[in-house]
T-cell receptor, first 115, second 115 residues
Framework: GAGVSQSPSNKVTEKGKDVELRCDPI?????LYWYRQSLGQGLEFLIY????????KSGLPSDRFSAERTGGSVSTLTIQRTQQEDSAVYLC?????????????FGPGTRLTVL | DQQVKQNSPSLSVQEGRISILNCDYTNSMFDYFLWYKKYPAEGPTFLIS?????DKNEDGRFTVFLNKSAKHLSLHIVPSQPGDSAVYFC??????????????FGSGTQLTVLP
């Protein structure tokens, strides 16, 4: 079946512009995560959605970052007034649930470059 | 402050020999550990995991060892194959803030298996 998909695969934007990144999780997966990987760094947790519960936003680096998950499926990560330090690969993952052993399946990521 | 550390950014191994990738962690609340493998332009894919109640888990050519007292885990690949060449991420999970069991990742180790 289809895996996690993300769009666009690459995004180049100018400093100060807003960007929207999209994630389509695996059908039936109730948990959805956003991570980002800056150059030379590991993956950094951003936000987590589980079913209809309030999202865990504890990893969002600033109030310029927000995310939504509509209908328990597709999610969009929005970065307002982008800065150069926002340049990174943004990865989305989904899992069947939030239990320890629920494997997280990752999408290919969106490479964001802020000029 | 990095809670999961992979101190070797790269490792080269001859085909057929053993590859040993190391990972250290600092947070004693972590109770589940995973290794992910990542090829260029793809998302990370799950490889193997271990619960803190075990000290070893084996799956084919891959074995993960956990030393809780040293807060250290390692991934052994034997025999190594050229197709194993990828970036390997160590990740840890444990209940922290909120209810999310987000993964905390190390910065990765680039493994190159030479034919």
């Amino acid at each position: 079946g289809a895996g996690v998909s993300q769009s666009p695969s690459n995004k180049v934007t100018e400093k100060g512009k807003d960007v929207e990144l999209r994630c389509d999780p695996i059908s039936g997966h109730t948990a959805l995560y956003w991570y980002r990987q800056s150059l030379g760094q590991g993956l950094e947790f951003l936000i987590y959605f589980q079913g209809n519960s309030a999202p865990d936003k504890s990893g969002l680096p600033s109030d310029r970052f927000s995310a939504e998950r509509t209908g328990g499926s597709v999610s969009t990560l929005t970065i307002q007034r982008t800065q150069q330090e926002d340049s990174a690969v943004y990865l989305c993952a989904s899992s069947l649930g939030s239990a320890t052993t629920n494997e997280q399946f990752f999408g290919p990521g969106t490479r964001l470059t802020v000029l | 402050d990095q809670q999961v550390k992979q101190n070797s950014p790269s490792l080269s191994v001859q085909e057929g020999r053993i590859s040993i990738l190391n990972c250290d962690y600092t947070n004693s609340m972590f109770d589940y550990f995973l290794w992910y493998k990542k090829y260029p332009a793809e998302g990370p894919t799950f490889l193997i995991s271990i619960s803190s109640i075990k000290d070893k888990n084996e799956d084919g050519r891959f074995t993960v060892f956990l030393n809780k007292s040293a807060k250290h885990l390692s991934l052994h690949i034997v025999p190594s194959q050229p197709g194993d060449s990828a970036v390997y991420f160590c990740a840890a999970s444990g209940y922290s803030s909120g209810s999310a069991r987000q993964l905390t990742f190390g910065s990765g180790t680039q493994l190159t298996v030479l034919p």
